[in-house]
C-alpha cells in the first residue's frame, strides 16, 4: 500500500495505481481531467496530457520533486508522494496550453454535432480553456468517411486519443483500424477502407471523447439534451445487454453503453444491442438514468440558475482569462 | 589536429574491406576482449573512459549499460541507432560509409559486455546504400569467425543484423526506434520502464549511437583510463563534429574534446574560417535541436571566458546564454543569414516529424511553423513574436519525448537572442520580399537603421 496526497487531501491505495486513479478515489475537484485514458483498453493514456500533475515530494524515500509535469493516468504512485492538480499554478497553466492545443485544428462545429451536451472536449474547454482563441492560421481538414455501414468518421473533430483503435485492437477480432501518417496529418483509419464489422466494433463510438465517431443510426435525430436517458436491459447472449435508452417521446433514438462519472464504459455492448432494437419493447426499462458528469445533459434540461451563481462563474472565467489559479468550478444548476 | 582515435585509417585505400581493417590493427578489441577480459571488465573500462553518448543528450556509456537488467531471465540486446536524421548531423554516415568494420568491431565488443547474442543496427532509410555496405562488412565479419557461433573460438556467439527504417527522424528516439524494430508504428513510448529493463520485445535493452559503439573499441584497446586522459573534465574523449554552412571546410572532425569553439571555426585544421570572410553572426553547435547562439556568445560565455567544445563548456550560462553539444552538428551562420527563415525552416522540420502521439507537439509544431511562415513572408504582426515563444514553452516538458523539447528551444532561444529581426520582418514586409533579403543587405539592428536612412 501507498499513502499519497493529492490537493493536500491523503489516501491509501494499493501499489501500481496510478496517479489518476488514486484522486478519483478521493473524487471531486481535484480529479485530473482525461482525454485519452480508458481504465479498460490496455495501453490507454499518456497521449492527450491534459491530466498532467505536478509531483511536489517524489516519494517518502525520495522526496525530491519530479523535474517535469507528469501524466496522471500513466505515473504510479509512490509512499509519500505529494501530487498537486488544481493548487498548482504550474499546472493549471500547462492544461491551458493542452486544451488550447487540442482546439486549434478543431472544427469547433458544435451546433451541428451529435456530440454536443456530452462531449468531453466541450467539457473540458469550459473548465479548463480559454474564451478567445489566438490561432489565426487554417486549420486541418478531412473528407468524412464511414468506417463500415453504421459508424461516421469526422477526421477534423478527432483529437488522436488512439482510444478507438485499442477498441479495435482489443474488444474486436480482427485489426481493421488504426493510426495512418504522422504528426497533425495523423489520421484515423479502418486499413484500406475495409469494413469494421464485428460484434463489439460499436463500443468505439462510446470510447470516442469527442464526435469524431458518431453513431449513423442516430445522427442529426435529435440534440441529447432533449432526449431522455432510461437505464434498460435485455437478454442478451453476446453481453451484458446492460444500456441506456435515449428516447425521444416513446421512439428509441439510440442505445449506448453506461458510462460511468468519468465517461468510460465499464461493460461495453454489442451491435446488436447498439442497433437493432431500437423498440421499447425489446427492452426491460430499470428507471430514468442519472447522469452524473458536468455536461449539458447532467443539467437535466436546464434546471433553474440563481444569477448570483452565474456572476461568480462569470468571473471566474474573468480571472482565468488573465491567468491566474482558479478555484474550482462549481457546477451551475443547484 | 588532435588525436585521431576513429578516423585514424580514414583515408587508408580499402579500409573499408576486412582485410586492410584487419592489418590496421583491426578486430583487436574483440580479441583481447573474448580472450581476456569478463564482460563487466569490459563494462568497467567504460566506465572509467568517461565515454558519453554521443547520439545527443551525453548520458555516460559505462552508466547506462551497468542499468541493464542482467537478472531477467529474457535475453538481452544492444542495439545500435544509425536513424542520424537530426538536420546538420552526418557524423555516422560518414563513419559507416568509411570504416564500416569499425561499427561493426564496436557491436561486437560491446554485445559481449551485454551478454546479448543478438544485435541489431537500427539505420534511417534514406542510407540504403549504407545498408549494402554495412552488410558487406558483416558477411565479412562473419567469415572470419568475428560473427556466428564460437567467435574466435571462445563460446561467445553473436548474430548480428541491420534493419533500416521508412525515414522516419522520430525513430531515432530509442523507444521510438523499438517500436519501429518491432515492426509497429513508431511512436515513442511512455517512459518507465526504460529500455533497460524493457526494452526490445519487452527485454532488457541498450541503444548506444553509432559513434557511442564505435569509441568502445579504442577504449578497450588502450584502456579506459587512457582513453579519459583526452577531453576536459566530465568530456573525454574525442568527438565527430559535423561542421556545415558558411565556413571554408565542411566536413566531418574528429576533435579532442575541450577545442576552443573560435579555433575550430577558424583555424585552418578545422573549418577553415568563414566561407567569404563575412562576419560570423550565429552558431547552431549541436544539431538543429538545440539553442541557436549569436557570434558573441559561442565564441565566448556570458562570464567572458573562452568557449570549449565540450559539454559543460557549450551548455555554460544554461538556456539563457548556453546551448548543448548535442549530436555534433555544427552549423555556422554568416551575416546574409536570416535568422526567421532559418528558424521557419527548422520548425517546418518538426512539424513534418512529429509523431502526432501527444498532443502539445502534434499540435504546437504546426502552429508555430504556420506563425514563423506568415512572419517570414511579411504577413506577421507584433503579437506573433510573444506567441511564438508562449507555444514553445507550452510544449516544452510537456510531452512524451524529448521531439516536442527539440521542437520548442530553437524557437525559444532564436527569439530570445535575435528578437530585433524578427521585428524587423514585422515592420518591413517590403524589405524581406525578396527570400535571400539578408544576402542583399544583411540584417543591421533597428538603431543602426535609424542612422543609415
Ligand atoms: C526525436 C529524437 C531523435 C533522435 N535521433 C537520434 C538519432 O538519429 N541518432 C541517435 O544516435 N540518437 C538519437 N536520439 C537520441 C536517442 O533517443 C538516444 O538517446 C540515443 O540513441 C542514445 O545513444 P547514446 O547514449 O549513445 O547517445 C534522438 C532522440 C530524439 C528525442
Ligand atoms: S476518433 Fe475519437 S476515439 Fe478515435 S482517436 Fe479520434 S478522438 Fe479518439
Ligand atoms: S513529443 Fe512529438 S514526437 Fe514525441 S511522442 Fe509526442 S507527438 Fe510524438
Ligand atoms: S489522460 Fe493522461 S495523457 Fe491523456
Known amino acids: 500500500m501507498a499513502k499519497v496526497t493529492i490537493d493536500g487531501v491523503e489516501i491509501e491505495v494499493p501499489d501500481g495505481t496510478t496517479i489518476l486513479n488514486a484522486a478519483r478515489q478521493i473524487g471531486g475537484a481535484s480529479v485530473p481531467p482525461a482525454m485519452c485514458y480508458y481504465s479498460s483498453l490496455k495501453g490507454s493514456g499518456g497521449k492527450c496530457r491534459v491530466c498532467l500533475v505536478k509531483v511536489a515530494q517524489g516519494s517518502a524515500k525520495d522526496p525530491r520533486p519530479m523535474p517535469k509535469l507528469v501524466a496522471s493516468c500513466s505515473t504510479n504512485v509512490m509512499d509519500g508522494m505529494v501530487v498537486q492538480n488544481l493548487t498548482s499554478p504550474e499546472v493549471l497553466e500547462a492544461r491551458k496550453g493542452v486544451v488550447e492545443f487540442l482546439l486549434i485544428n478543431h472544427p469547433l462545429d458544435c451546433p451541428v454535432c451529435d456530440q454536443a451536451g456530452e462531449c468531453d472536449l466541450q467539457n473540458l474547454a469550459y473548465e479548463h480553456g480559454a474564451a478567445k482563441t489566438r490561432y489565426e492560421e487554417d486549420r486541418r481538414t478531412f473528407e468524412k468517411i464511414d468506417i463500415g455501414d453504421k459508424i461516421k468518421l469526422h477526421m477534423t473533430r478527432c483529437i488522436l486519443c488512439y482510444r478507438c483503435t485499442m477498441v479495435a485492437d482489443q474488444l474486436t477480432e480482427k485489426r481493421v483500424h488504426g493510426v495512418m501518417n504522422r504528426g497533425d496529418a495523423s489520421e484515423i483509419s479502418t486499413y484500406i477502407s475495409k469494413a469494421v464489422d464485428n460484434d463489439f466494433s460499436g463500443n468505439m463510438i462510446d470510447v470516442c ?40 417521446d416513446d421512439e428509441v433514438l439510440r442505445v449506448s453503453a453506461r458510462k460511468d462519472q468519468y465517461g468510460e464504459v465499464k461493460e461495453f455492448i454489442c451491435n446488436e444491442c447498439r442497433y437493432d432494437h431500437k423498440t421499447l419493447a425489446d427492452w426491460t426499462v430499470e428507471g430514468p438514468r442519472h447522469i452524473d458528469r458536468s455536461s449539458v445533459i447532467a443539467q437535466n434540461h436546464y434546471e433553474k440558475i440563481d444569477l448570483s451563481t452565474l456572476k461568480k462563474e462569470i468571473d471566474r472565467q474573468i480571472e482565468f482569462q488573465k491567468g491566474k489559479p482558479v478555484p474550482a468550478p462549481k457546477t451551475l444548476a443547484q | 589536429m588532435g588525436r585521431q582515435l576513429l578516423l585514424e585509417h580514414i583515408a587508408e585505400p580499402g579500409i573499408e574491406t576486412f582485410a586492410v581493417y584487419r592489418k590496421k590493427g583491426g578486430y583487436a578489441s574483440v580479441e583481447k576482449a573474448l580472450k581476456t577480459m569478463t564482460p563487466d571488465q569490459v563494462t568497467e573500462e567504460v566506465k572509467i573512459s568517461g565515454l558519453r553518448g554521443r547520439g545527443g543528450a551525453g548520458f555516460p556509456a559505462g552508466m547506462k549499460w551497468s542499468f541493464l537488467d542482467r537478472k531477467s531471465e529474457k535475453p538481452r540486446y544492444l542495439v545500435c541507432n544509425a536513424d542520424e536524421s537530426e538536420p546538420g548531423t552526418f557524423k555516422d554516415r560518414y563513419l559507416m560509409e568509411k570504416i564500416p568494420h569499425l561499427l561493426i568491431e564496436g557491436m561486437i565488443t560491446g554485445s559481449y559486455a551485454l551478454g546479448a547474442k543478438t544485435s541489431y ?30 567467435i574466435l573460438g571462445t563460446d561467445y556467439s553473436l548474430d548480428l543484423y541491420v534493419h533500416p527504417g521508412a525515414g522516419a527522424y522520430i525513430c531515432g528516439e530509442e523507444t521510438a526506434l523499438l517500436e519501429s524494430l518491432e ?79 573560435e579555433e575550430f571555426i577558424y583555424s585552418d585544421q578545422y573549418c577553415g574560417g568563414m566561407l567569404t570572410n563575412r562576419p560570423l553572426k550565429a552558431v547552431v553547435a549541436g544539431g538543429s535541436s538545440v539553442p541557436i547562439l549569436p557570434a558573441d556568445l559561442i565564441l565566448k560565455t556570458a562570464k567572458g571566458e573562452k568557449r570549449l567544445m565540450t559539454y559543460e563548456s557549450l551548455s555554460d550560462g544554461g538556456f539563457v546564454s548556453g546551448s548543448m553539444l548535442g549530436s555534433g552538428g555544427f552549423i555556422v551562420m554568416d551575416d546574409t543569414t536570416c535568422i526567421v527563415r532559418n528558424l521557419w525552416s527548422f520548425a517546418r522540420f518538426y512539424h513534418h516529424e512529429s509523431c502526432g502521439q501527444c498532443s502539445p507537439c502534434r499540435e504546437g509544431t504546426g502552429w508555430m511553423e504556420k506563425v514563423l511562415h506568415r512572419i517570414e513572408h511579411g504577413h506577421g504582426h507584433m503579437g506573433d513574436i510573444d506567441l511564438l515563444v508562449d507555444v514553445a514553452k507550452k510544449i516544452e516538458g510537456n510531452t512524451i519525448c524529448p521531439l516536442g523539447d527539440a521542437a520548442a528551444w530553437p524557437v525559444a532561444s532564436a527569439i530570445r537572442h535575435f528578437r530585433e529581426e524578427f521585428e524587423y520582418h514585422v515592420k518591413y514586409p517590403e524589405k524581406i520580399k525578396n527570400p535571400k533579403h539578408f544576402a542583399i543587405e544583411p540584417f543591421l539592428s533597428e538603431k543602426k537603421l535609424e542612422l543609415v536612412n
Do not use: Q
Open chain 2, 183 to 261: 515492426g509497429k508504428r513508431g511512436n515513442p513510448r511512455l517512459k518507465p520502464p526504460f529500455p533497460a529493463v524493457s526494452g526490445l520485445y519487452a527485454s532488457p535493452t541498450v541503444v548506444n549511437n553509432v559513434e557511442t559503439i564505435a569509441a568502445v573499441v579504442p577504449i578497450i584497446n588502450n584502456g579506459g583510463a587512457e582513453y579519459a586522459k583526452i577531453g576536459i573534465g566530465k568530456s573525454t574523449g574525442t568527438k565527430l563534429i559535423s561542421a556545415s554552412g558558411h565556413i571554408k571546410k565542411p566536413g566531418v572532425y574528429e576533435i579532442e574534446l575541450g577545442v576552443p569553439v
Open chain 1, 209 to 248: 471523447p469527442v464526435g469524431a465517431l458518431t453513431d449513423k443510426t442516430f445522427r442529426f435525430k435529435s440534440r441529447v439534451w432533449f432526449t431522455k436517458p432510461l437505464d434498460a436491459h435485455r437478454n442478451c447472449t453476446k453481453c451484458s445487454g446492460k444500456v441506456v435508452l435515449w428516447m425521444k
Open chain 2, 121 to 150: 543496427i537500427y539505420i534511417r532509410g534514406e542510407y540504403m546504400y549504407i545498408v549494402g555496405i554495412l552488410e558487406k562488412a558483416i558477411d565479412e565479419a562473419y567469415a572470419n569467425g568475428f560473427l556466428g557461433k564460437n
